[in-house]
């Protein structure tokens, strides 16, 4: 399935080059990284790790997002501790990754903050980009 943007907020440009052994930069040059496998012991970082932030990051914002519209107010010091583990599938044929997000929100009730993630979960882009497509679990801290 494949979901028309109704409208370009942002677009992000960046350059990479090498694969996992290389590098990447954005096109307005703030974010400038080596990129290293995992496991290789090399300075730099890797794409779960990109990913890993990302992911956080943006629900951070859906969350921040969703909030008001369904009042629940998200704490200050909400966090998200993400793993990203990449492995084999299909036997070996080709691989995969699985995203577990625990969420943390200091001060709120079970209710609202399963309220809240859910309601985050259905609008988040990078949820609506893995639905379906890789195992994502939500923990609620």
Same mark, same amino acid.
């Given at each position: 399935?494949?979901? @028309? %943007? ?6 992000? @440009? ?5 694969? =996992? ?22 300075? !730099?970082? /890797?794409?779960?790790? %990109? ?19 369904? !009042? ?17 599938? /299909?036997?070996? +044929? ?21 309220? %809240?993630?859910?309601? +985050?979960? @259905?609008?988040?882009?990078?949820? /609506?980009?893995? =639905? ?10």
């Amino acid at each position: 399935m494949t979901t @028309q %943007l109704d409208k370009v907020l942002y677009t992000a @440009q960046a350059h990479t080059t090498g694969g =996992r052994d290389g590098s990447g930069k954005t096109s307005d040059g703030s974010l400038d990284v080596t990129l290293t496998s995992p496991g290789s012991n090399k300075p !730099g970082t /890797n794409p779960e790790q %990109l990913f890993a932030v990302g992911y956080a990051a943006c629900f951070i914002g859906a969350m921040k997002a969703v909030g008001p519209k369904i !009042g629940v107010k998200v704490p200050e010091d909400v966090a998200i501790d993400s793993n990203v583990s990449l492995g084999p599938t /299909n036997g070996g +044929a080709a691989y995969g990754i699985a995203v577990k997000l625990t969420i943390t929100l200091p001060g709120l009730d079970a209710d609202a903050k399963k309220k %809240l993630v859910d309601t +985050a979960h @259905q609008v988040c882009p990078y949820s /609506n980009a893995t =639905r379906g497509n890789i195992p994502v679990e939500l923990v609620i801290a």
